[in-house]
């Protein structure tokens, strides 16, 4: 009797889950192909189309410049943040296995940290450095991501610790029996081991960082430019989402192309979450 209730709720659980997730899907993807179905605009257009002022008509909704800055933080911030996880990583599996206990919850800390106080931080300290070095307003590329990879560094730290861990003792100790140095070993065995992981923790990062709206809004400038270079004013889509939102009319051209936005996000995270599936299968089938 009772496993016939864990079934019954198991399976309405797991069916509440599939409704709510075809109903996201739904929404914002017929509120997002109103664009190109009511407004008449071209996809193509949208696409690579760098004016963006939906108030003036159809011929002004390009949404490269946010598509681009968007990919810019995210790649730059992945990239940056990935040499300090691994390092972090290595240095708390391999080296410091008795401080592993206090580093690792210190690091996962930083992933509770509200999005604002990252914003804040960067307004207030980021952005005025750079201005100061660099020159300009301050806002931009280089602001975005120095933010972002503060915060996606957490993320990439602890999957990155979690995929050392899961490599077996014996692929080491089968490594140095056979005359490999300390350094060979964590080079040519566990971090080749835990590629797959590592991957998937890069991916996530970048996933966390694509998706990111209030930090990145208050130091990237919000202004709809294709970025000239790293410390000029531009805009994500997550940015001019959060800004322009709740100043448009539900079923207007400039309230559509926002949601077209929304879409194309969507369509991100669903990548994201692909290949993150693809690289843990290809893992696997390595094992």
Not at 62 to 89: E, N, R, Y
Not at 172 to 181: E, K
Not at 212 to 238: D, F, H, R, Y
Request: hydrophobic content about 50%.
């Amino acid at each position: 009797m009772q496993d016939k209730r864990g079934h019954f709720w198991c399976y309405l659980s797991l069916t509440l889950i599939i409704l709510l997730v075809a109903s996201i899907l739904y929404f914002i993807t017929s509120k997002g192909i109103a664009t190109f179905v009511q407004d008449k605009v071209n996809i193509g257009d949208f696409l690579t189309g760098k004016d963006w002022d939906p108030a003036a008509g159809a011929r002004k909704v390009g949404a490269l410049p946010m598509i681009t800055t968007s990919f810019a933080v995210t790649v730059l911030s992945a990239l940056t943040a990935t040499p300090f996880a691994l390092a972090i990583g290595l240095f708390t599996t391999q080296y410091a296995k008795n401080g592993a206990r206090f580093l690792q919850p210190v690091i996962e800390l930083l992933v509770g940290i509200p999005s604002v106080v990252y914003g804040y931080v960067g307004l207030t300290v980021i952005v005025p450095f750079i201005r100061k070095v660099f020159g300009g307003t301050g806002f931009g590329i280089l602001s975005g991501t120095i933010v972002l990879f503060v915060m996606v560094l957490p993320t990439i730290t602890s999957l990155t610790i979690d995929s050392l861990k899961a490599v077996p003792l014996h692929y080491r100790q089968a490594s140095l029996a056979l005359g490999a140095t300390r350094w060979q070993t964590i080079y040519k065995v566990i971090l080749r081991a835990s590629a797959p992981g590592i991957f998937t923790a890069v991916i996530f990062g970048m996933a966390r960082a694509f998706g990111e709206a209030l930090a990145v809004q208050m130091v990237i400038g919000n202004a709809c430019l294709i970025p000239k270079s790293l410390v000029t004013p531009t805009a994500t889509l997550t940015s001019q989402l959060t800004s322009q939102m709740g100043n448009t009319v539900m079923g207007t051209l400039s309230n559509n192309a926002l949601w077209s936005l929304a879409l194309i996000l969507l369509f991100m995270s669903l990548f994201f979450n692909l290949l993150v599936r693809l690289i843990a299968k290809r893992g696997e089938m390595k094992k």
